[in-house]
């Protein structure tokens, strides 16, 4: 089982900058994919950044390319978001998911990100 806890989320102004992270625990070892969704209201979840567990090959979608960088720490079981040049299309709950090559996928709780005058 893997628990994951989002954090880091906030009100930040246009072209501000947030650092969400989130914390993993658990049976780590068969996570293949991190990855970092979004939902906005009135809008479907959708895939932000995503990272491979054991070779780091990152993919962004291209609204928050050149702006976010998804990393992770795998000795403290860590994935982040930098999120730079915040617009207020961004705003969103942002939500951690873990993904195993068998299909079983963990999602955390969300963080909120305002980003608003």
């Known amino acids: 089982q893997v628990q994951l806890v989002e954090s880091g989320g906030g009100l930040v102004q246009p072209g501000g900058s947030l650092r969400l992270s989130c914390a993993a625990s658990g049976s780590i070892f068969s996570i293949n994919a991190m990855r970092w969704y979004r939902q906005a209201p009135g809008k479907q979840r959708e895939l932000v950044a995503a990272?491979?567990?054991?070779?780091?090959?990152?993919n962004y979608a291209d609204s928050v390319k050149g702006r976010f960088t998804i990393s992770r720490d795998n000795a403290k079981n860590m994935l982040y978001l930098q999120m730079n040049s915040l617009k207020p299309e961004d705003t969103a709950v942002y939500y951690c998911?873990?993904?195993?090559?068998?299909?079983?996928?963990?999602w955390g709780q969300g963080t909120l990100v305002t980003v608003s005058s």
């Open positions: 990272i491979t567990r054991i070779i780091g090959t990152t």
């Open positions: 998911n873990f993904f195993r090559n068998s299909g079983m996928e963990y």
